[in-house]
């Protein structure tokens, strides 16, 4: 924890410290008393999900349980309007994704869900690719 609060702004004009920290939770529990301490200590944190790997997408990244507190000011609103949609699409989709490919989910019972359906494989995609390779953000 000392170290974790050391990193970030130093004093009144003497410059940001910068760190990294990887850590590792059994289970993916991060409820974990360590994975929860620094997940209220940080600015952000990444999570990285081993079924998201198993799928085959690479990062492995859990946009839904990541979460950074210095990004709605590095964006303009209109990415930051652009990021929340998607997250709300990639949230429906999550809530319902037993349902869905259990061959429950009926088209046209939930406009928001099936919106979030239709969108999902490109949301998916768009956070597979490499960076100079990403689609037009306009994939709904």
Not at 63 to 90: F, G, K, T, Y
Not at 106 to 116: M, N, R, Y
Request: proline share 6%.
């Amino acid at each position: 924890m000392a170290l974790a609060e050391r990193s970030g702004p130093g004093p009144e004009g003497q410059g940001d410290i910068t760190g990294i920290f990887s850590v590792l939770v059994a289970g993916s529990d991060m409820e974990e008393p360590v994975a929860d301490i620094l997940r209220g200590v940080l600015d952000g944190h990444v999570v990285l999900d081993r079924a998201i790997a198993e799928r085959g997408r690479f990062p492995a990244i859990d946009v839904l349980r990541s979460v950074s507190r210095s990004l709605p000011q590095a964006a303009n609103d209109a990415e930051n309007a652009l990021i929340a949609r998607a997250r709300a699409m990639l949230g429906a989709y999550a809530e319902s994704e037993l349902m869905i490919r259990a061959g429950l989910y009926a088209q046209g019972s939930d406009p928001v869900l099936d919106e979030a359906v239709r969108v999902y494989p490109s949301l998916d995609h768009f956070v597979t690719l490499r960076s100079g390779m990403r689609p037009k953000a306009s994939c709904f």
